[in-house]
């Protein structure tokens, strides 16, 4: 259930605001924190990066919630036994904080 309200959550927005307004990312990242936690990794992280897109386009490279997404897209390539690009992830958040 709650799968499809984030779903039908985003595509309102979508529809609304556009593919790449900030509300979008939020959106995206809710599906996925949702998907991540059910343990799909794969598609929670093509959504952590869609919403990553989106942020790094209205807020800039260097802005907190990016580096928030860095951090948690890490979490997801740790969980699945990507370590490297989890570390380098990781080290460019900590760069932005």
């Known amino acids: ?3 499809r309200l984030y779903e ?14 900030p509300d979008v990312a939020s959106s995206l990242y809710n599906l996925a924190k949702l ?8 598609e929670a992280k093509r959504l952590y990066e869609r919403s990553l ?5 209205s807020l800039g490279e ?3 919630q990016v580096a928030s997404l ?8 740790d969980n699945q036994g990507n370590y490297d690009e989890a570390k380098r992830l990781q ?6 904080r």
Not at 53 to 57: A, D, Q
């Open 91 to 96: 080290e460019r958040s900590l760069e932005i």
């Open 8 to 21: 039908r959550s985003l595509e309102i927005r979508r529809k609304s605001l556009g593919e790449d307004h």
């Open 1 to 3: 259930e709650a799968k």
């Open 70 to 77: 860095l951090t948690t897209l890490g979490a997801v390539q």
């Open 35 to 42: 998907l991540k936690i059910q343990g799909d990794y794969d």
């Open 53 to 57: 897109e989106i942020r790094r386009k």
């Open 62 to 64: 260097d802005h907190p």
